[in-house]
């Protein structure tokens, strides 16, 4: 399974755009990038999956490198619920649906 | 209404004790998964179930045994406890087991082993 690297940690104030990077330098054609988060105490939550296009949903937005080796998710407006662990995970078809997570980056929010 | 819940919540007991931590999902999943994280935060798979059929068995110790007596469940047993057992333990569904379909998970079963 290809391997991806985030930072261990960001911050970022309350309604201000939060842009989170991923490295994937070794990613396949046929890998989806996708991302959870984590809120505490709580279980991982979907957040966005992408392949090529950088994609939209009421959560975040997901931008893809051209060459695919990088993306980044954005929040448009952080609130503080959405401080969280986010994790960014590559699944290609070969996977068998697991989710491999890694240490994922810690988003803080400060009001 | 929770999609994916989990009993109980919190579950401690003893060193070489048995328990089970059970599992279900009411969105209508053909697959099921448990994942276990441990004290340093790290989320790893452990078992998928598919239609009632093993599909994922991540090296698991065989003290841990998964039951799936219908789709909508997938129980955890655990027999003979360790004190390495202490963890969250996390139920998850999908629509099926391919790549571009989101996983629920449960809140998760805090088991303390003492």
């Known amino acids: 399974d290809a391997k991806t690297t985030q930072p261990n940690s960001m911050e970022s104030n309350e309604e201000e755009p939060v842009h989170l990077p991923c490295n994937h330098s070794?990613?396949?054609?046929?890998?989806?990038i996708h991302w959870y988060r984590q809120l505490p105490s709580q279980g991982p939550e979907y957040v966005i999956h992408g392949l090529t296009s950088n994609v939209n949903n009421r959560m975040a937005s997901l931008a893809i490198a051209e060459d695919r080796k990088s993306s980044t998710l954005i929040l448009h407006r952080a609130t503080l619920r959405d401080a969280a662990v986010y994790y960014c995970?590559?699944?290609?078809?070969?996977?068998?649906?697991?989710?491999?997570f890694g240490q994922g980056t810690t988003l803080q929010v400060k009001p | 209404d929770t999609a994916v819940s989990q009993t109980p919540k919190y579950l401690v007991t003893q060193m070489g004790n048995d328990k089970s931590i059970k599992c279900e999902q009411n969105?209508?999943?053909?697959?099921m998964y448990w994942y276990k994280q441990d004290s340093k935060k790290f989320l790893k798979i452990m078992f998928s179930?598919?239609?009632?059929?093993?599909?994922i068995n991540e090296t698991v110790p065989n003290r841990f045994s998964p039951k799936s007596p219908d789709k909508a469940h997938l129980n955890l047993h655990i027999n003979s406890l360790e004190l390495g057992d202490s963890a969250v333990y996390f139920c998850?569904?999908?629509?099926?087991?391919?790549?571009?379909?989101?996983?629920?998970f449960g809140p998760g079963t805090r088991l303390t082993v003492t």
């Open positions: 179930y598919n239609n009632k059929e093993l599909i």
């Open positions: 995970i590559l699944r290609d078809f070969s996977n068998t649906g697991k989710l491999i």
């Open positions: 998850a569904s999908s629509q099926e087991q391919g790549v571009t379909y989101e996983q629920y």
């Open positions: 070794t990613i396949s054609g046929t890998d989806y």
């Open positions: 969105l209508g999943h053909d697959t």
